[in-house]
């Protein structure tokens, strides 16, 4: 099994910390283009979501981000230090009453992209699984 690690301070601007992530995961486990997307995309959201929602942009509150090849399924596991959410509940921004609303659409997209989302630790950290065979 292949594991890897980083650990980032709740920064915005170390978005682009966490892309060289996945593009060297890319490179390490030749993911095709469509893939590699869904990655970019549901990963980048989930720490994003993470350092803003989280930790509140506090500098000295970290985000963890996992990378495991587990069989034939690459999962991220994200986590932040914050005191988590009800994932449970959450409003759909399918409805017509949340399509105008500018939030609210990142878990939406992380469920759309990939193949599994699980939450655990009351919201503090999120498996994003993708599907490899």
């Known amino acids: 099994m292949d594991n890897i690690k980083i650990e980032i301070p709740s920064l ?4 682009r910390i966490v892309e060289s992530f996945i593009d060297n995961a890319k490179e390490r486990f030749s993911l095709e283009d469509d893939i ?19 930790n509140g942009k506090n500098a000295h509150k970290n ?5 495991s090849l587990l069989n034939e399924n690459l999962q991220f596991t994200v986590q932040d230090e914050g005191v988590g ?11 017509p009453e949340n399509l105008e609303k500018p939030g609210g659409r990142g878990i939406f997209l992380m469920k759309n992209l ?11 950290k999120v498996d994003l699984i993708f599907y490899l065979g």
């Open 85 to 95: 959410f009800d994932y449970q509940h959450l409003p759909d921004p399918t409805a």
């Open 114 to 124: 990939c193949d599994e989302v699980k939450f655990h630790e009351g919201g503090k």
């Open 36 to 54: 590699y997307g869904n990655i970019m995309i549901a990963v980048t959201e989930a720490v994003n979501n993470a350092i803003l929602h989280g």
């Open 12 to 15: 915005p601007e170390n978005i």
């Open 63 to 67: 985000v963890l981000l996992q990378l």
